[in-house]
Protein backbone atom coordinates (compact mmCIF):
# COMPACT_ATOMS: atom_id res chain seq x y z
CA UNK A 1 0.00 0.00 0.00
CA UNK A 2 1.40 3.52 -1.05
CA UNK A 3 2.81 5.98 1.96
CA UNK A 4 0.87 8.88 1.32
CA UNK A 5 2.02 12.34 2.58
CA UNK A 6 0.06 15.39 4.08
CA UNK A 7 1.71 18.09 2.67
CA UNK A 8 1.61 21.60 4.46
CA UNK A 9 1.51 24.39 2.24
CA UNK A 10 3.20 27.79 2.76
CA UNK A 11 0.77 30.06 1.61
CA UNK A 12 -1.45 31.36 3.79
CA UNK A 13 -5.23 31.72 5.05
CA UNK A 14 -6.77 33.17 1.90
CA UNK A 15 -8.08 31.23 -0.95
CA UNK A 16 -5.49 29.08 -1.59
CA UNK A 17 -5.12 27.57 -4.77
CA UNK A 18 -2.26 24.84 -3.37
CA UNK A 19 -5.07 22.89 -1.03
CA UNK A 20 -5.54 20.11 -3.38
CA UNK A 21 -8.57 18.42 -3.02
CA UNK A 22 -8.39 15.41 -1.09
CA UNK A 23 -5.71 16.49 1.05
CA UNK A 24 -3.69 13.01 0.61
CA UNK A 25 -0.79 12.89 -1.77
CA UNK A 26 0.81 10.20 -3.05
CA UNK A 27 4.46 9.07 -2.48
CA UNK A 28 7.03 10.69 -4.97
CA UNK A 29 9.40 8.07 -3.38
CA UNK A 30 10.98 6.02 -6.51
CA UNK A 31 9.85 8.43 -9.55
CA UNK A 32 12.17 10.70 -11.84
CA UNK A 33 11.21 14.24 -12.30
CA UNK A 34 12.04 16.89 -14.78
CA UNK A 35 11.19 20.81 -14.48
CA UNK A 36 11.85 23.14 -16.77
CA UNK A 37 10.65 26.42 -15.66
CA UNK A 38 11.34 29.98 -18.31
CA UNK A 39 13.18 32.61 -17.47
CA UNK A 40 10.91 35.07 -18.38
CA UNK A 41 9.59 36.72 -15.71
CA UNK A 42 11.88 35.14 -13.14
CA UNK A 43 11.02 36.27 -9.84
CA UNK A 44 8.00 34.52 -10.46
CA UNK A 45 8.92 31.30 -12.29
CA UNK A 46 11.83 30.89 -9.82
CA UNK A 47 9.39 30.57 -6.89
CA UNK A 48 7.00 28.03 -8.93
CA UNK A 49 9.93 26.32 -9.29
CA UNK A 50 10.93 26.68 -5.90
CA UNK A 51 7.32 25.36 -4.93
CA UNK A 52 7.56 22.38 -6.91
CA UNK A 53 10.40 21.54 -5.73
CA UNK A 54 10.03 21.68 -2.55
CA UNK A 55 6.67 19.72 -2.78
CA UNK A 56 8.52 17.02 -4.61
CA UNK A 57 11.29 16.30 -1.81
CA UNK A 58 8.06 16.71 1.15
CA UNK A 59 6.92 13.73 -1.17
CA UNK A 60 9.52 11.18 -0.90
CA UNK A 61 11.26 12.37 -4.34
CA UNK A 62 14.86 12.59 -4.10
CA UNK A 63 17.01 15.50 -5.17
CA UNK A 64 19.37 13.32 -7.45
CA UNK A 65 15.88 12.03 -8.88
CA UNK A 66 14.90 15.81 -9.69
CA UNK A 67 16.77 16.93 -13.22
CA UNK A 68 15.67 21.00 -13.38
CA UNK A 69 16.17 23.07 -16.51
CA UNK A 70 15.47 26.49 -17.54
CA UNK A 71 14.38 28.19 -20.95
CA UNK A 72 14.19 31.60 -22.42
CA UNK A 73 10.40 32.40 -22.45
CA UNK A 74 7.12 30.32 -21.84
CA UNK A 75 7.13 29.38 -25.61
CA UNK A 76 9.77 27.44 -25.33
CA UNK A 77 8.57 25.51 -22.48
CA UNK A 78 7.47 22.31 -24.99
CA UNK A 79 10.61 21.64 -26.88
CA UNK A 80 12.26 22.24 -23.57
CA UNK A 81 10.26 19.69 -21.74
CA UNK A 82 10.89 17.32 -24.83
CA UNK A 83 14.73 17.61 -24.77
CA UNK A 84 13.89 16.49 -20.93
CA UNK A 85 11.45 13.72 -22.18
CA UNK A 86 14.06 12.42 -24.98
CA UNK A 87 17.27 12.87 -23.17
CA UNK A 88 16.73 11.58 -20.04
CA UNK A 89 14.80 8.86 -18.50
CA UNK A 90 11.91 11.36 -16.01
CA UNK A 91 8.82 9.89 -15.63
CA UNK A 92 6.88 12.84 -15.71
CA UNK A 93 8.04 16.67 -16.57
CA UNK A 94 6.71 20.10 -14.71
CA UNK A 95 6.60 22.58 -17.15
CA UNK A 96 6.38 26.20 -15.19
CA UNK A 97 6.15 30.02 -16.94
CA UNK A 98 4.11 33.04 -16.33
CA UNK A 99 2.83 34.74 -19.44
CA UNK A 100 1.24 38.42 -18.49
CA UNK A 101 -0.91 40.07 -20.12
CA UNK A 102 0.58 42.94 -21.93
CA UNK A 103 -1.65 45.66 -24.83
CA UNK A 104 -1.13 43.30 -27.53
CA UNK A 105 -2.03 39.37 -29.02
CA UNK A 106 1.83 38.25 -28.09
CA UNK A 107 -0.21 36.52 -24.84
CA UNK A 108 -2.50 35.14 -26.55
CA UNK A 109 -0.20 33.90 -29.20
CA UNK A 110 2.24 32.31 -26.32
CA UNK A 111 -0.45 30.77 -24.19
CA UNK A 112 -2.23 29.29 -27.20
CA UNK A 113 0.97 27.48 -28.40
CA UNK A 114 2.33 26.08 -24.90
CA UNK A 115 -0.97 25.06 -23.86
CA UNK A 116 -1.31 22.54 -27.33
CA UNK A 117 2.60 22.40 -26.90
CA UNK A 118 2.43 21.04 -23.89
CA UNK A 119 -0.93 18.55 -24.46
CA UNK A 120 0.27 17.22 -27.54
CA UNK A 121 3.60 15.96 -25.55
CA UNK A 122 1.66 14.19 -23.48
CA UNK A 123 -0.31 12.49 -26.28
CA UNK A 124 3.35 11.65 -27.78
CA UNK A 125 5.35 10.34 -25.41
CA UNK A 126 2.30 8.84 -22.62
CA UNK A 127 4.12 10.66 -20.09
CA UNK A 128 2.34 13.39 -17.66
CA UNK A 129 3.61 16.99 -18.89
CA UNK A 130 2.07 19.32 -16.07
CA UNK A 131 1.09 22.79 -17.15
CA UNK A 132 1.87 24.79 -14.42
CA UNK A 133 1.45 28.28 -16.51
CA UNK A 134 0.41 30.87 -15.01
CA UNK A 135 -1.62 33.22 -17.04
CA UNK A 136 -2.41 36.53 -15.02
CA UNK A 137 -3.83 40.46 -16.05
CA UNK A 138 -1.12 41.50 -14.02
CA UNK A 139 2.45 40.88 -11.86
CA UNK A 140 0.32 41.23 -8.93
CA UNK A 141 -1.82 38.44 -9.55
CA UNK A 142 1.16 36.41 -10.49
CA UNK A 143 2.59 37.37 -7.24
CA UNK A 144 -0.47 35.66 -5.39
CA UNK A 145 0.05 32.56 -7.13
CA UNK A 146 3.75 31.93 -6.86
CA UNK A 147 3.81 31.85 -3.22
CA UNK A 148 1.01 34.48 -2.06
CA UNK A 149 -1.99 34.58 -0.93
CA UNK A 150 -3.36 32.04 -3.49
CA UNK A 151 -0.54 29.55 -2.71
CA UNK A 152 1.76 28.30 -5.22
CA UNK A 153 0.86 27.14 -8.66
CA UNK A 154 4.13 25.62 -8.68
CA UNK A 155 3.15 22.97 -5.58
CA UNK A 156 0.22 22.27 -7.47
CA UNK A 157 2.15 21.07 -10.57
CA UNK A 158 4.12 18.85 -8.65
CA UNK A 159 1.08 17.18 -6.73
CA UNK A 160 -0.60 16.51 -10.15
CA UNK A 161 2.23 15.24 -11.68
CA UNK A 162 2.59 12.62 -8.45
CA UNK A 163 -0.72 11.89 -8.42
CA UNK A 164 -0.85 11.24 -12.49
CA UNK A 165 2.14 8.59 -11.76
CA UNK A 166 0.08 7.10 -9.06
CA UNK A 167 -2.78 6.95 -11.90
CA UNK A 168 -0.31 4.95 -13.74
CA UNK A 169 0.60 2.43 -11.74
CA UNK A 170 -2.91 1.81 -10.75
CA UNK A 171 -3.15 0.42 -13.90
CA UNK A 172 -0.03 -1.61 -13.52
CA UNK A 173 -1.27 -3.74 -9.96
C1 LIG B 1 8.26 37.87 -25.91
C2 LIG B 1 7.62 37.52 -24.62
C3 LIG B 1 6.70 38.40 -24.01
C4 LIG B 1 6.29 39.69 -24.61
N1 LIG B 1 6.14 38.11 -22.83
C5 LIG B 1 6.47 36.94 -22.22
C6 LIG B 1 5.89 36.61 -20.96
O1 LIG B 1 5.12 37.36 -20.35
N2 LIG B 1 6.23 35.41 -20.42
C7 LIG B 1 7.08 34.53 -21.03
O2 LIG B 1 7.33 33.45 -20.49
N3 LIG B 1 7.65 34.85 -22.21
C8 LIG B 1 7.38 36.01 -22.81
N4 LIG B 1 7.95 36.34 -24.01
C9 LIG B 1 8.98 35.41 -24.55
C10 LIG B 1 8.40 34.23 -25.36
O3 LIG B 1 7.91 33.20 -24.49
C11 LIG B 1 9.52 33.60 -26.23
O4 LIG B 1 10.64 33.34 -25.44
C12 LIG B 1 9.92 34.49 -27.38
O5 LIG B 1 8.80 34.85 -28.17
C13 LIG B 1 10.97 33.79 -28.30
O6 LIG B 1 10.43 32.60 -28.87
Known amino acids: M ?5 LEF ?6 NLS ?5 EIPSATGYKFGIVYSEWNNEI ?3 LKEGALNTLLASGAKNENIIIKTVP ?6 LGAQYLAENTDVDAVICLGCVIQGETRHFDF ?21 FGVLTPNNQQ ?10 GNKGDE ?9 SLRDSFKK
Open 2 to 6: ADFFI
Open 10 to 15: MSSVNK
Open 19 to 23: HIEGG
Open 45 to 47: TNA
Open 73 to 78: GSFELT
Open 110 to 130: ICDAVAKGITDLNIKYKLPFI
Open 141 to 150: QAIDRAGGKH
Open 157 to 165: AAVTAIKML
